[in-house]
C-alpha cells in the first residue's frame, strides 16, 4: 500500500473525543500533521495542504489535554519542507525532515532530494533527520541497497548538523544495529514507534538510545511491547502518536492526532509504575534534551 493510500485508509470513521487532559503538559515525539489533514495527490510535489487554520486548530486541541509540544516529521522533500515552514512560525511545533526509507527504496534518495534534507536541517527550528532507516516489510529486497545508502547519508547528517536521528524500524532490528554501528551513531538517536521485544530494547537502552513508544502500547496483542517498555530506563522513553496512525485503544482504526496521546501517556505510567505527573515531566525533559527547546529564542540585536 502507498503511504497516500495509507493515509486515507487511517482517516475513515469519525474522529475520536478528546480524552481527559494529562495534569502536566507533555508532548508527540512525533505526527504527520500534513497527512492528518492534508492529502497531496498521487505525484504531484506540492498537492493541497491543509490550511493554517486547520493546522493552527489541531494543534490548539492538543494543547487543550496539555500536549502543548509537538514534533512534524517529514517523509520526503515536499512535507520536509512543509515541516520546516511550520515550525518557522508556529511555537508550539519543532521539526524533523528526511526521506522516509520506503521514499529512498523506490529511488526517492538522490543526491538533489538528500541535499534538500542537509539545507533544512540546518534550520533553526528543524531538530532531528527523521524518519530515516530501513524497511523490510513494504520494500522489498530490490530495494535495501538504497535504503541503507540513504540511511547511512541521514545519519552522516544529523552528526554533521548536530541533530538527533529519529529511526523507522520495520523488521530490520540487527540491521539497524549495524548499520549505526558502521557509522556512529548521533548523539541523540531515538527509536520512533518502537517495535521490538524486551531483548532488543535492551540492547538499545544498553547503546543510549531513546524508545519512542506509540499507540501500539496500548494494543491487546502488544504484551511484548509493554515489557519492552517497563525495562526502559524512564529517561530513555518517549511518547508519540505517529499520527493520523496506530491510534490507541480504545479507538483502534479511526484517525488518530496529537489530542490522543494521553491514553499512551497513562498507558505507559501503568506500565513502568510511574506516577503520572511525574512522568509527564520527564517526557518534557527528555523531549528537550533530545530536540532542544521548544520556546522561540530572541533574535540577536
Avoid at 530506563?233 to 482504526?253: I, K, N, W, Y
Wanted: glycine share 8%; with cysteine.
Amino acid at each position: 500500500m502507498s503511504r497516500s493510500a495509507s493515509s486515507r485508509a487511517n482517516r475513515r470513521g469519525e474522529p475520536p473525543p478528546s480524552p481527559e487532559p494529562l495534569p502536566a503538559p507533555a508532548l508527540d515525539s512525533h505526527t504527520h500533521l500534513d497527512i492528518v489533514l492534508g492529502e497531496r495527490p498521487a505525484g504531484d510535489e506540492h498537492g493541497e495542504w491543509a490550511s493554517d487554520d486547520d493546522v493552527d486548530a489541531e494543534i490548539a486541541a492538543a494543547a487543550a489535554v496539555n500536549v502543548t509540544r509537538l514534533v512534524q516529521v517529514g517523509v520526503d522533500v515536499a512535507s520536509s519542507r512543509w515541516s520546516a515552514e511550520l515550525a518557522a512560525r508556529h511555537p508550539n511545533v519543532l521539526a524533523a525532515v528526511a526521506l522516509h526509507p520506503n521514499e529512498a527504496g523506490g529511488g526517492g534518495a538522490s543526491d538533489a532530494a538528500l541535499a534538500e534534507i542537509d539545507r533544512l536541517a540546518a534550520l533553526p527550528r528543524v531538530r532531528a533527520v527523521g524518519e530515516t532507516g530501513l524497511d523490510r516489510y513494504r520494500t522489498g529486497p530490490e530495494g535495501w541497497p538504497a535504503q541503507e545508502a540513504s540511511f547511512r547519508a541521514h545519519i552522516r547528517i544529523a552528526k554533521e548538523r548536530g541533530v538527533a536521528l529519529v529511526i523507522h524500524d520495520r523488521d530490520a532490528h540487527e540491521q539497524i544495529l549495524r548499520v549505526l554501528e558502521d557509522e556512529g551513531a548521533p548523539e541523540h538517536t531515538v527509536f520512533h514507534c518502537f517495535s521490538g521485544d524486551a531483548v532488543f530494547a535492551k540492547a538499545c537502552v544498553e547503546r543510549g538510545y531513546v524508545l519512542s513508544f506509540a499507540g501500539t502500547l496500548t494494543f491487546g496483542n502488544a504484551g511484548y511491547l509493554r515489557e519492552a517498555a517497563a525495562l526502559t530506563p524512564v529517561d530513555q522513553l518517549l511518547v508519540e502518536t505517529d499520527s493520523p496512525f496506530l491510534t490507541p485503544a480504545p479507538f483502534r482504526g479511526r484517525p488518530n492526532a496529537s489530542r490522543l496521546v494521553p491514553h499512551t501517556v497513562r498507558a505507559l505510567a501503568e506500565v513502568t509504575g510511574t506516577e503520572l505527573v511525574e512522568l509527564c515531566h520527564t517526557l518534557t525533559a527528555t523531549a528537550e534534551r533530545v530536540f532542544g527547546p521548544w520556546e522561540q529564542q530572541p533574535a540577536p540585536r
